[in-house]
């Protein structure tokens, strides 16, 4: 049934600033845009992630909450720290879940949970 996410989504009152930001973050442009979204494509299987105006946003709690998408980092000490460096804040420092299984999330400027990892599986899939 399930068999991958085609697109995670995000929101930010300030979608110019989260597309800046997002932008730096990934070292690309989106590569989709309309009034109150943008989208980027991201690594190897050219995963969707959108961000959203805040106004669009459902009704729910007002602190970072929910669904927390892992994305696979090579370097997970060095993208945890450029994360912080440009603005983030620790949500939950890197914690090992197992061998070759390390998760960091952080609060990205605009309230939304980003989390990274280090997966051995996922980089052994992907060399």
């Known amino acids: ?3 991958g996410f ?12 989260a597309a800046a930001w997002y932008s730096e973050v990934l070292g690309i442009e ?5 009034p109150g979204y943008i989208e980027f494509r991201v690594g190897d299987d050219e995963d969707e992630l959108g961000i959203i105006d805040a106004a669009y946003r459902p009704a729910g709690p007002e602190t ?8 696979h980092v090579d370097d997970l000490p060095a993208s945890y720290q450029r994360l912080l460096d440009l603005g983030a804040t ?11 299984f390390v ?7 605009f309230g939304n949970l980003l989390g990274i990892m280090f997966n051995q599986h996922w980089a052994d899939r992907h060399a």
């Open 1 to 3: 049934m399930l068999r």
């Open 30 to 34: 989106p590569y989709y845009q309309r």
């Open 6 to 17: 085609a697109t995670v989504s995000y929101y930010a009152a300030d979608l110019e600033a």
């Open 64 to 71: 970072p909450g929910g669904e927390i998408i892992q994305w």
């Open 103 to 109: 998760t960091p999330v952080v609060v990205d400027p």
């Open 90 to 100: 620790t949500y939950q420092p890197p914690i090992e879940r197992g061998p070759g």
